[in-house]
């Protein structure tokens, strides 16, 4: 099972900063199956980056993914109050497909 | 527009059985890899059951916390997909959402509003 591990527990900052969340794996993801999920206070999960990098339908280009083999990042610019939630990273190209423990943004 | 609608959560005893019912529409059901994601109450996401589409053999893939109780079905002629969980006990107690992936660009592209699974005595 490959295992997630996404860093910080919990983000801090305020309107109009950067947030860069991390996600590690505890072997290589295929970069085609590594997502990020937004969840907002009593919402359900939405797909904000998928294939590492690129943009879900709709997600503002302040949203952007990077990176490849075990590590990820998940970068927010010019940071907006909406914007605070969790973020999940998830890999399903080999099951079991697994989800991070998620990070906390708070604005 | 897409939606995922899940029903059949409620309360149900330590040992019993409930199935739940995710009805799809917005999207071309049938080419759909369909997946059951759960989140217990404050908790992270947890992956429970996948099924492929009939075009791509229509097989079930399942984690191990769930192996051998949960079973995935899907009927197309209804875009429908299923959960049937068995020998539940209180882990099991979560929001459990019916999520798609009909894009097949390494991600789940939907997701259902989710229905809540209270297993208790």
């Known amino acids: 099972e490959i295992v997630l591990t996404q860093s910080p527990g919990t983000l801090s900052l305020s309107p109009g900063e950067r947030a860069t969340l991390s996600c590690r794996a505890s072997q290589s993801v295929d970069s085609t199956y590594l997502a990020w999920y937004q969840q907002k206070p009593g919402q359900t999960p939405s797909l904000l980056i998928y294939g590492a990098s690129s943009r879900a339908t709709g997600i503002p280009d302040r949203f952007s993914g990077s990176g490849s083999g075990t590590d990820f990042t998940l970068t927010i610019s010019r940071l907006e109050p909406e914007d605070s939630a969790m973020y999940f990273c998830?890999?399903?190209?080999?099951?079991?497909?697994?989800f991070g423990q998620g990070t906390k943004l708070e604005i | 527009e897409v939606q995922l609608v899940e029903s059949g959560g409620g309360l149900v005893k330590p040992g019993g059985s409930l199935k739940l019912s995710c009805a799809a529409s917005g999207f071309p059901f049938n080419i759909a890899w369909m997946n059951w994601v759960r989140q217990a109450p404050g908790k992270g996401l947890e992956w429970v059951g996948r099924?492929?589409?009939?075009?791509?053999?229509?097989?079930?893939v399942y984690p191990a916390p769930v192996r051998g109780r949960f079973i995935v079905s899907r009927d197309d002629s209804k875009n429908m997909v299923y959960l049937q969980m068995d020998s539940l006990t209180t882990e099991d107690t979560a929001v459990y959402y019916c999520v798609a992936d009909w894009k097949h660009a390494g991600s789940f592209d939907s997701w259902g509003q989710g229905t809540l699974v209270t297993v208790s005595s």
């Open positions: 998830q890999q399903c190209g080999t099951p079991p497909y697994t």
């Open positions: 099924i492929k589409s009939e075009v791509d053999d229509g097989t079930a």
